[in-house]
């Protein structure tokens, strides 16, 4: 049985670790990241232990923090925000400032595959995602999407890929679907609800 240390050095190293913020150590759920384990704490009990401290929506917690926690991406280029100066907040997006959102080179690919695919029928994702696609012309989850600019530039740190803007955290899959309904012209709504991260002392913004 491999302690917890050695279950994290699966994924991370400890100088990946280290450098993190004391918020996001304090995110970590209470599972078995080498396993899945019905010992695992829900979604639902995660997000009710932090809830009192952190302003992190559950579907935040659940699509983000609570499976991705330990990934290398996620950690290198978010474990560094000060989660106790954030808020997220739910906004309406257009398709064209969605078509702006900056995404990483590692997880581009996702976009690019779910851009590529032509009707409903094609999409390979649930079949209530799919049913929702089809009469709201949206997603049925918000993804999450950094607010870069409203974070003091010398906050983010040289090793992490942040670009300028805004950047999409997790949601590659759904923002490719966006993009294949809208080149075949199958019907969007105006606007698309995301779940946003700021920086709670931006100034001006």
């Given at each position: 049985m491999l302690s917890e240390i050695e279950v994290r050095r699966l994924y991370i190293d400890d100088v990946e670790w280290e450098r993190t913020?004391?918020?996001?150590?304090?995110?970590?759920?209470?599972?078995?990241?080498?396993?899945?384990?019905?010992?695992?704490?829900?979604?639902?009990?995660?997000?009710?232990?932090?809830?009192?401290?952190?302003?992190?929506?559950?579907?935040?917690?659940?699509?983000?923090?609570?499976?991705?926690?330990?990934?290398?991406?996620?950690?290198?280029?978010?474990?560094?925000?000060?989660?106790?100066?954030?808020?997220?907040?739910?906004?309406?997006?257009?398709?064209?400032?969605?078509?702006?959102?900056?995404?990483?080179d590692d997880y581009r690919g996702y976009v690019e595959e779910g851009a590529n695919y032509i009707a409903y029928e094609q999409l390979p994702c649930l079949e209530k995602d799919k049913?929702?696609?089809?009469?709201?012309?949206?997603?049925?989850?918000?993804?999450?999407?950094?607010?870069?600019?409203?974070?003091?530039?010398?906050?983010?740190?040289?090793?992490?890929d942040i670009g300028s803007g805004m950047q999409l955290i997790e949601g590659h899959s759904r923002l490719g679907y966006l993009y294949a309904i809208a080149n075949c012209n199958l019907g969007l709504a105006e606007t698309h609800k995301a779940y946003i991260v700021k920086c709670k002392n931006a100034q001006g913004h």
């Open positions: 913020s004391d918020s996001w150590k304090d995110l970590k759920p209470y599972r078995d990241f080498n396993s899945f384990s019905i010992s695992d704490e829900s979604v639902g009990n995660y997000y009710l232990r932090l809830k009192e401290r952190f302003n992190i929506p559950k579907a935040v917690l659940e699509q983000w923090l609570y499976g991705l926690y330990y990934d290398r991406n996620c950690v290198n280029n978010y474990g560094w925000i000060d989660f106790d100066n954030i808020d997220i907040v739910l906004e309406d997006l257009s398709l064209e400032k969605l078509q702006e959102v900056r995404v990483i049913d929702y696609w089809k009469s709201h012309g949206t997603w049925r989850t918000p993804p999450v999407i950094l607010d870069v600019k409203s974070f003091p530039h010398d906050v983010i740190p040289g090793y992490s």
